[in-house]
């Protein structure tokens, strides 16, 4: 069960992030913690993080962003949500606000692009596509095994509801990627696996994937040993045997990463599936900088358009 928490935001609503891919893109959190409860999130090692069952939403977040717009002096182009929270959580009044902050940013020509593993109401769809050519959409999806996602990812949405909101989000017109992210060592690497899942998204009509490893800090390791069956935990934790040590772009820190063969030999996996599919797959440098060169997308990938210079920029 959910305890939301109603506070007031003391920093700016539009700040950078961290992560390379992100450089110069403003971004959004509209809460602190996630009422998805990944279990493998980063972010239950942050300062701000509630804890497992809460979930602080910023009510003054729409009065701030309408003053912050104002008074920039530079437009911002682009709006990513969110680097440490999830624009569609199964919590009314997160989505309702969600609903309210995209409505002002569109209705000002402002481009977003969000990643979400959750539901997207019917209302939000209908405004996304309406702003279409504003608009691109990451979602998250590891795997069809609705038992391993309640056990990684408890209160996201099922993934045949992932799979039919990519499909409606391809139909509208708004560009669409999914991102294979973290792919789980034992769990979710399997190569028939990964060949029905890529299969599936075919289906959808997207042409883009992203993908990435699940790497560990300590505060990852507590969660899934708390929240893990033990022997699931050690049969995960057993993939970490020959672990790397990787210095990430993300925040200046270093993670406990599968080893440099073993990430290649899933990545080359991942790649040989999806060109079966006309699919182009993609590895964040920013998770894996002693593999991967160039971005993952996870800003968007936009065409030109009249009037909106590129590269996205924060100022």
Known sequence: MIELQIVDRKSPVLAPAGLPCLWRVATINLTAGCAHGCIYCYTRGYRNYPGQTRVNLYANTLEKLRS????????IATVYFSPSSDLFQPVPEVLEMAHHVLALLLERGIRVVFLTKGAIPEKHRRLLGANAPLVCAEIGLTSLNDSLLRLFEPFAAPANERLRQIGDLVRLGIGTDV???????????????????????AVCGVKSIAASRLFLRPAIITSLQKNLPPDQFAKLMAAFSTADRVD?????????????????????????????FGIQVSNCACKNPDLARGSCGIAGHWQPSPGISLPLLFQ
């Open 68 to 75: 912050e717009l104002r008074r920039k002096r530079t437009a």
């Open 248 to 276: 990430i772009n993300a925040d200046n820190g270093s993670i406990r990463a599968i080893s440099a063969a073993n990430r290649c030999g899933i990545y080359d996996r991942v790649k040989a599936i999806a060109a079966e």
């Open 179 to 201: 991102r294979l992210d973290p792919i789980i060592p034992g769990f979710t690497d399997d190569e028939s696996c990964l060949r029905e899942l890529i299969a599936a998204i």
